[in-house]
């Protein structure tokens, strides 16, 4: 039977109240406040259901909202954005003032809305790309190709040009890098026990449907525009990883296809040392078939040439790719957070390994204990409720 309208309009108010639960509590007041406003306003789920069915996100809305702010400073809204200059706290005129700057702005919205695709580039999954690194090291010792599926601007392949604090701990002597990249290590393991020296990257390639030309500036202020409200510390880091990106030249994105280019563009690369393909959030956008025809590019991939897999995802979506004894039990049920894991694969084998559960922006980790742990032991207040 084929959903009506009226089923679809539910289940996008409803996909407004589960990313202000899961995604913006305790991350962002202003997103977690419009998101519950959004819910209750059937105008703007109108505006977002003329829209194609794979644009009605949460976050797409928000950044077409805050790509024109950037050119409205002065409006109501961008008095609640504190990277737009605001400082007004949120209050019960912030969801008017919202609803009114997308009336005011409604055709460019659709317009941005119809044709523009989710671009983030999250800096700080570094960690996680760094962490499922040193495990690959650790069993394939020597260089490495990298490559990262659903790459965006592909700074995340300048890992080894940032610098890193980890717990309150410098572990990287990049000390002229203009980017510093913070997180939180939680359950008591010491950030250099678990993050080695990067190895040495013989060549970086980024695959996207969509890739972003940093040297456009639409293009650079559409990957700003994802930035949140609050997080002016985040935007300073993007905006430097961009200039370093541009200055080096060093960063290549090919247009591709997770599920049907990955196998070709792995085996287009030169060299015959190991392949590290490094995803985040990439899981979420796919359908079960879709997880499936990535996993079964990396295997074909693996034939000619080792390959590792390293993720940071949500667990649930990683069960139906891997097995892990973890992922048997309740941790497949915390898809709130990320699983950080590597799964190497050559002609012969393939072993997956569990490494850390994440926030998903990476503000903190905890690195695993043993090889089934499933983080019972982490407390649960570190879900959004």
């Known amino acids: 039977m084929a959903e009506g309208p009226g089923f679809q309009v539910e289940r996008l108010r409803r996909l407004f109240r589960f990313f202000a ?113 040193d495990h690959v090291h650790r069993h394939w010792r020597g260089p490495v190709a990298l490559v990262e599926v659903g790459a965006s601007a592909g700074l995340n392949l300048l890992l080894d040009r940032y610098r890193y604090r980890i717990g309150g701990q410098e572990t990287s002597s990049e000390d002229t890098a203009p980017v510093t990249i913070t997180c939180e290590v939680r359950g008591g393991t010491p950030a250099g026990r678990f993050l080695g020296p990067i190895p040495e990257i013989t060549c970086r390639r980024g695959i996207d449907q969509h890739p972003v030309d940093l040297t456009d500036p639409e293009a650079r202020a559409w990957l700003e525009a994802f930035i949140w409200p609050e997080h002016t510390g985040d935007l300073a880091v993007l905006q430097g990883a961009i200039d370093l990106a541009v200055s080096t030249a060093n960063v290549d994105v090919v247009p591709g296809d997770a599920t049907t280019d990955t196998a070709r563009l792995l085996g287009e690369l030169p060299g015959s040392e190991p392949i590290v393909v490094f995803t985040a959030s990439l899981l979420s956008y796919l359908t079960a078939d879709a997880r499936a025809a990535f996993a079964a590019q990396l295997q074909q991939a693996a034939a000619h040439r080792p390959v590792a897999w390293v993720f940071a995802e949500g667990p649930g979506l990683v069960a139906t790719a891997e097995d892990l004894i973890a992922l048997e039990g309740p941790l497949a049920r915390r898809n709130s957070l990320y699983l950080v894991g590597a799964s190497l694969r050559d002609s012969e084998r393939r072993e997956a390994a569990l490494l850390a559960l994440a926030d998903p922006y990476l503000r903190w980790l905890a690195p695993a204990r043993n090889e089934t742990d499933d983080f019972q032991w982490l407390p649960t207040s570190t879900d959004p409720d």
Do not use: K, W
């Not at 409006?75 to 706290?89: Q, V």
């Open 21 to 133: 639960a899961t995604q913006c509590r305790g991350r962002s007041p202003v997103y977690e406040a419009l998101s519950e406003g959004v819910a209750g306003n059937d105008d703007l789920l109108n505006l977002l259901m003329s829209t194609p069915g794979d644009q009605r996100r949460p976050s797409l809305l928000f950044a077409a909202v805050n790509l024109l702010l950037a050119s409205n400073p002065g409006s109501a809204l961008a008095g609640y954005y504190p990277i737009h200059g605001g400082r007004r706290a949120v209050d019960d005129r912030l969801m008017p003032a919202f609803a009114a700057f997308c009336a005011e702005h409604r055709d460019e919205l659709g317009r941005l809305l119809r044709t523009r695709s989710t671009q983030t580039n999250e800096i700080r999954r570094c960690v996680a790309l760094r962490l499922g690194l």
